[in-house]
């Protein structure tokens, strides 16, 4: 059985390290975006998306494109649901590879080259995974749920007896919706880090940076910062 110290000295700190370059890059991000000196408002794709989607509304509530605002919120339900039914799956392939727990110094920790090889790690490990896809299923399926209220929303009518309805009002519910759905689409991202680090810690921390790589590109608004 392993000391304490040294599963904290090596896949913990690996846990830690990559948690650590998740929080940098993200701080990193808000810097960019908050007011100073290097402030961009559309520096990310999201922020330019939440404008998007506060001028659509604007353009549906004043035009009244009721079939095209069902059409589209129909696509963000259906993507989020499916989405959500496929978290679950996840926790539970992810439950069944508890039973393999006896098998861990025998062949699933072959590429673990500087952790520690122990079934009670492995199950730790596998919890936090799971916790990771909970987190998913509960964005998302509140996603759908936004998605689908912010339908009636926007089909209500201009009308001085409904003050609270306005365009600004269903424009920051629907930004509120897609929230939801980015925050269940990162802990799908964050996944692939803990997944690697079932096999050790430095692959861990070799997947997070690879992670953040692509997160800076998918991030970051075309022609930004430019």
Same mark, same amino acid.
């Given at each position: 059985?392993?000391?304490?110290?040294?599963?904290? /000295?090596?896949?913990?700190?690996?846990?830690?390290?990559?948690?650590?370059?998740?929080?940098?890059?993200? *701080?990193?991000?808000?810097?960019?975006? *908050?007011?100073?000196?290097?402030?961009?408002? &559309?520096?990310?794709? @999201? %922020?330019? /998306?939440?404008?998007?989607?506060?001028?659509?509304?604007?353009?549906?509530?004043?035009?009244?494109?009721?079939?095209? *605002?069902? @059409?589209? =919120?129909? /696509?963000?339900?259906?993507?989020?649901?499916? =989405?959500?039914?496929?978290?679950?799956?996840?926790?539970?392939?992810?439950?069944?590879?508890?039973?393999?727990?006896?098998?861990?110094?025998?062949?699933?920790?072959?590429? /673990?080259?500087?952790?520690?090889?122990?079934?009670?790690?492995?199950?730790?490990?596998?919890?936090?995974?799971?916790?990771? @896809?909970?987190?998913?299923?509960?964005?998302?399926?509140?996603?759908?749920?936004?998605?689908? &209220? %912010?339908?009636?929303?926007?089909?209500?009518?201009?009308?001085?007896?409904?003050?609270?309805?306005?365009?600004?009002?269903?424009?920051?519910?629907?930004?509120? *919706?897609?929230?939801?759905?980015?925050?269940?689409?990162?802990?799908?991202?964050?996944?692939?880090?803990?997944?690697?680090?079932?096999?050790?810690? &430095?692959?861990?921390?070799?997947?997070?940076?690879?992670?953040?790589?692509?997160?800076?590109?998918?991030?970051?608004?075309?022609? %930004?910062?430019?």
């Amino acid at each position: 059985m392993p000391s304490f110290n040294s599963i904290y /000295n090596s896949d913990m700190f690996g846990f830690v390290i990559s948690a650590g370059l998740i929080l940098c890059y993200y *701080a990193y991000l808000r810097w960019r975006t *908050a007011p100073g000196p290097h402030y961009d408002p &559309h520096y990310t794709i @999201q %922020a330019l /998306n939440a404008e998007a989607r506060r001028l659509w509304v604007e353009s549906v509530m004043r035009d009244k494109r009721d079939i095209l *605002a069902v @059409q589209t =919120l129909r /696509n963000s339900t259906m993507v989020a649901v499916f =989405l959500a039914s496929t978290s679950i799956l996840l926790i539970i392939g992810t439950i069944s590879l508890s039973g393999h727990s006896s098998d861990v110094e025998h062949g699933l920790h072959s590429l /673990n080259l500087v952790g520690v090889v122990d079934p009670s790690l492995w199950m730790f490990k596998l919890v936090i995974m799971i916790i990771d @896809q909970c987190v998913a299923f509960f964005s998302l399926t509140l996603a759908a749920r936004s998605f689908h &209220h %912010a339908g009636y929303l926007l089909n209500v009518p201009a009308d001085p007896k409904h003050p609270v309805i306005t365009p600004r009002f269903v424009a920051a519910f629907l930004n509120r *919706a897609a929230h939801y759905y980015s925050n269940g689409m990162r802990a799908y991202y964050f996944t692939i880090p803990l997944l690697f680090w079932l096999f050790g810690p &430095h692959l861990m921390v070799i997947s997070t940076l690879v992670l953040i790589f692509v997160l800076y590109r998918l991030d970051r608004t075309p022609g %930004a910062g430019e």
